[in-house]
């Protein structure tokens, strides 16, 4: 019953994707050949509003169809019985539907279906450009359901009905690795309305760039859950597969980093291009490039080209379909885009010594280090596929490249404060870099002073910390000047009217930046082989172990490692990693255990049995990981607060109006 429903649910879906996205190509075609059309125009609209929003509610429906086989244990589909098993519990169970191909992908065309269902309450652009916007999203959302239905369904019947399954992957079995796909899926697929928007844009031959700025907070929502997905990844990575990094420049983690990249580039320029005409073309040129970076991100993971435990290892054809459809809409996008904006008018002239081309030249940064990513991560693939070699290219590689493209960066955005929007006189420009200056150096300087490592990279980090602190410090003092020069009647009268998002997000990156090189530089790490009884110190912390049990768990049976730290010292804390054997799986998967404070991380990794009561251990001792991720997380925050400062900018401006 399950698979009957699920396949005509499907392609019931199938057909009304196609009906609605030729339906709105026929009305469009159709009213371009009439001169008065505005009220017709709204009323397809709507009509076309409500088909996408039923193709959102069918969707939701598949998707509980799916989650309820995956509760019920209903292994007469092929592939709940892959992914789940009777011992799995239940949350897990849930998690597993997207813990294959079939399932994550529609996961992604659910999603997808609920973003453009957002964008038809979105009635502030102009009727015909909102027509085509829809127009686009239809195409977008039939040409993934086709796909979904055509090659990857998740409801087919398995050829032998099991009593029981074979489970979810063992690594998959992580409460950060359920959330992880869902929030980067919600970040991938958030930057669809943006991307419709500017081929709408194209089509509409819209030059005025004042329509862009409707895409900037889905830019900022989808670049808020791309942080999260992809630092979810990573704190899930650095507890879970016990190799004690938090990132290893894997091909899929790449994946997910390229989109990032240009995504924050285009975060920023758009908001320029909407009052600067010369800014229009590149902004939308980054829109295309995030949403092509998307289904190419997509290509690498489900096409079996990729070895990694991130991947899914699926039939090369479905790779070579999203690939070629990958291409099309690249092909597309970008020929759209060159013969639009070659025809162009030229705007008013960016100074050099101003904001505006200030983001410009950080916005080509985050390009370059984007097209860096890019070729670490295809060039081994491609030399592979034409059977020259079968090199790889590793973290040195990246780190060696990255590094100096980061300090740049990091130079370009301390300068934000000292550059005003349209021009800077240079008298001006000369006084706050002086003061900005002299503030990063003492900063910087008394920050290393203070570390127990001294070290050219630690040098280096904390001068790059403190220019970053001293640049949101003078912004600050900067934008409470100017607002108290203006009159009582213009000044802010909430905090919606300050660029807190912006503080933040820049202060998280501040933090960012300092546990990504401190915890790299300062990290010890011990591979240490221990007996019962026997106690070892890193970076005087004591630790003894005491003994090995084992004890079954929920769904797997455990081998538990009996560490206390510091067992002189009153209320000793004791920590337990662990090697866990699930069952129905033969691959142990080690389980670390971390105590944590503000400072440093304690990490203890469970190696294999040496000898009859020998074991080998990976121990760490990691200051300022902490860092890391709270960098990630008040940037996000930022992001989310810049969000809601313009949501509440809007409806304060309605309420006055109204």
């Known amino acids: 019953m399950t698979v009957w429903l699920g396949q005509s649910m499907l392609w019931l879906l199938v057909a009304l994707g196609a009906m609605t996205a030729l339906w709105a190509t026929f009305r469009l075609v159709h009213s371009q050949h009439r001169s008065s059309h505005y009220e017709r125009v709204e009323r397809d609209a709507r009509y076309l509003s409500g088909l996408l929003r039923l193709m959102f509610v069918g969707l939701s429906l598949l998707m509980a169809l799916l989650i309820w086989a995956f509760l019920s244990d209903d292994f007469r589909l092929a592939y709940v019985a892959r992914h789940s098993a009777l011992t799995l519990p239940f949350y897990y169970k849930i998690a597993a539907v997207w813990g294959g ?297 990246f780190n060696q490249v990255m590094a100096p493209l980061t300090w740049g960066l990091v130079a370009l955005m301390g300068l934000t404060s000292v550059l005003s929007w349209q021009n800077t006189q240079p008298r001006r420009l000369l006084r706050r870099l002086t003061w900005q200056v002299s503030g990063a150096l003492i900063g910087g300087i008394l920050f290393w002073w203070a570390l127990p490592v001294h070290s050219p990279d630690t040098l280096a980090v904390s001068l790059m910390a403190s220019w970053l602190v001293a640049s949101v410090v003078v912004w600050g003092l900067r934008y409470r000047a100017a607002t108290a020069s203006r009159s009582l009647s213009d000044r802010p009268k909430t905090l919606s009217g300050y660029p807190i998002g912006a503080w933040v997000a820049h202060a998280g990156f501040v933090l960012l930046l300092l546990g990504m090189v401190l915890s790299t530089v300062m990290e010890q790490a011990l591979e240490i082989r221990l007996q019962p009884g026997e106690s070892m110190t890193i970076h005087d912390q004591t630790l003894l ?33 662990e090697k866990r054997t699930y069952i129905g799986q033969k691959m142990p998967v080690a389980e670390v255990a971390i105590h944590s404070t503000l400072a440093r991380d304690l990490y203890i990794a469970m190696g294999e049995k040496q000898g009859k009561q020998a074991w080998s251990f990976r121990i760490q001792y990691t200051p300022w990981i902490r860092a890391l991720w709270t960098g990630v997380l008040l940037m996000a925050l930022g992001g989310a607060i810049a969000w809601g400062q313009r949501h509440w900018r809007k409806a304060q401006a309605g309420r006055e109006l109204g």
């Open 101 to 397: 191909h079939e399932g994550s992908l529609l996961l992604w065309v659910w999603l997808l279906s609920a973003w453009i269902g957002v964008t038809t309450f979105h009635a502030s652009l102009p009727g015909m450009l909102h027509f085509r916007l829809l127009t686009i999203q239809a195409w977008l959302l039939f040409a993934f359901v086709l796909f979904l239905a055509a090659t990857s369904t998740p409801f087919t019947a398995a050829e032998t009905v099991l009593p029981d399954g074979l489970g979810l992957n063992p690594l998959l079995q992580d409460w950060a690795l359920a959330l992880h796909p869902p929030m980067l899926y919600m970040g991938y697929v958030g930057v669809v309305p943006a991307f419709a928007l500017v081929m709408a844009m194209l089509w509409h031959r819209d030059e005025t760039g004042t329509n862009l700025r409707w895409s900037q907070p889905y830019l900022q929502v989808a670049w808020v859950f791309l942080t999260l997905g992809i630092a979810l990844g990573s704190f899930w990575a650095y507890y879970e597969l016990g190799w004690g990094g938090w990132w290893f420049w894997d091909p899929v983690e790449n994946a997910s980093l390229l989109p990032w990249l240009v995504l924050t580039a285009a975060l920023h320029t758009t908001p320029i291009a909407s009052r600067q005409p010369r800014m229009l073309g590149f902004a939308m040129f980054l829109v295309i490039v995030v949403f092509v970076l998307t289904l190419l991100g997509a290509f690498l993971v489900r096409s079996g080209i990729l070895s990694s435990v991130h991947a899914f290892a699926v039939d090369p054809t479905r790779g070579r379909m999203l690939l070629l459809f990958t291409l099309w809409v690249a092909a597309l996008a970008f020929l759209m885009l060159g013969l639009r904006r070659s025809r162009a008018q030229s705007g008013i002239g960016i100074a050099f010594l101003s904001r505006e081309t200030l983001v410009f030249f950080a916005s080509l940064l985050f390009l370059v280090m984007m097209l860096t990513v890019l070729l670490g991560t295809l060039y081994p693939i491609v030399i592979r596929s034409m059977g020259i070699s079968d090199l790889s290219v590793g973290a040195p590689y």
């Open 545 to 577: 172990f005491e003994k090995i049990t084992e004890q079954p768990g929920a769904n797997y049976l455990t081998q538990q490692a009996h560490f206390r730290l510091n067992p002189g010292e009153p209320g000793a804390r004791r920590l337990r990693p």
